[in-house]
C-alpha cells in the first residue's frame, strides 16, 4: 500500500459530462501529481501541485484542471468529456526528501 | 529533451526462465535518477527501484537485479527464475532536479513492457 488513496475506483459517465477524481496523498506529502494513461499515449504527466500552488503543467487538456485544498488533497476536474478521454488516472505524491513518487491504485475513467 | 525507450513491447518467458527487461534513456542533465515500476494485471503502479546518476553500483533484491550503464544510457532490468506472479507490464521512467519545475515526482515513463510468463 502506498499510502496514497484515490476514489472513485471506477467511473463510467458519457459524453459530455464532467467529473471530479479525487486524491488523498501520503501523510505530509506536499506535492501531489496527476498522470493518464491510455493505449495510446502510454503514461503521461498531466499536472503537478505544491502545497496548494500549481507547479508544473504537462500534457493536460484545458478541459481538464486541478486544485489542492489546504488539507493537501488534490481533485482532478475533467469537463465535456470525449470518448478519448477513456483512461486510468493516476494520482502519486511525494515529499522534498523523495526522489520519484508514489502512485495510487488509479481511478480507471470509462466514457460512453 | 528526456525520453526512456522500451523496445520490447511483449516477452513471453516459461516459469522459472531469466528475463532481461530493457530501458534506454536519453538527458542532457547531469543530475537523473531512473525508476522501475511493475504494473500488475490489477492495475496498480508498484515502484520496484531507484537509482540517481552517480551511482553505477548494479543492484540485487532477491530474484530482481538491475543493470546501469552510463556509456550506454540504460538501466535494464533482470528477473531471475521467472513466476507466473511476475507476469505484468513494467515500466522504466527518467526524471531529473530540471525537469518539469526541479520537482522529483515528474516522470517521464517509457511505454512499458509487457511480461507473460507462462507455467
Known amino acids: 500500500d502506498s499510502g496514497v488513496t484515490q476514489t472513485p475506483k471506477h467511473l463510467i459517465t458519457a459524453t459530455g459530462q464532467r467529473v471530479t477524481l479525487r486524491c488523498s496523498p501520503r501523510?505530509?506529502?506536499?506535492?501531489v501529481y496527476w498522470y493518464q494513461q491510455s493505449l495510446d499515449q502510454g503514461l503521461q504527466f498531466l499536472i503537478q501541485?505544491?502545497?496548494?500552488?500549481?507547479?508544473a503543467k504537462g500534457n493536460i487538456l484545458e478541459r481538464f484542471s486541478a486544485q489542492q485544498f489546504p488539507d493537501l488533497h488534490s481533485e482532478l476536474n475533467l469537463s465535456s468529456l470525449e470518448l478519448g478521454d477513456s483512461a486510468l488516472y493516476f494520482c502519486a505524491s511525494s515529499a522534498d526528501r523523495d526522489r520519484g513518487a508514489f502512485f495510487g491504485q488509479g481511478t480507471r475513467l470509462t466514457v460512453v | 529533451a528526456q525520453k526512456v525507450t522500451q523496445a520490447q513491447t511483449e516477452i513471453s518467458v516459461v516459469e522459472k526462465e531469466d528475463v532481461t527487461l530493457d530501458c534506454v534513456y536519453e538527458?542532457?542533465?547531469?543530475?537523473?535518477?531512473l525508476f522501475w515500476y511493475k504494473q500488475p494485471p490489477s492495475g496498480e503502479l508498484v515502484f520496484l527501484i531507484r537509482r540517481n546518476s552517480f551511482d553505477e553500483q548494479n543492484e540485487i533484491s532477491g530474484r530482481y537485479s538491475w543493470n546501469f550503464q552510463k556509456s550506454t544510457s540504460s538501466f535494464n532490468f533482470t528477473i531471475t527464475a521467472s513466476q507466473v506472479v511476475d507476469s505484468a507490464v513494467y515500466f522504466c521512467?527518467?526524471?531529473?532536479?530540471?525537469?518539469?519545475?526541479?520537482?522529483?515526482?515528474?516522470?517521464?515513463f517509457g511505454k512499458g513492457t509487457k511480461l507473460s510468463v507462462k507455467p
Open positions: 521512467a527518467l526524471t531529473s532536479l530540471r525537469g518539469y519545475g526541479g520537482s522529483q515526482g515528474n516522470l517521464i
Open positions: 501523510s505530509g506529502d506536499l506535492s
Open positions: 538527458t542532457r542533465d547531469t543530475t537523473y535518477y
Open positions: 501541485y505544491y502545497n496548494g500552488e500549481e507547479r
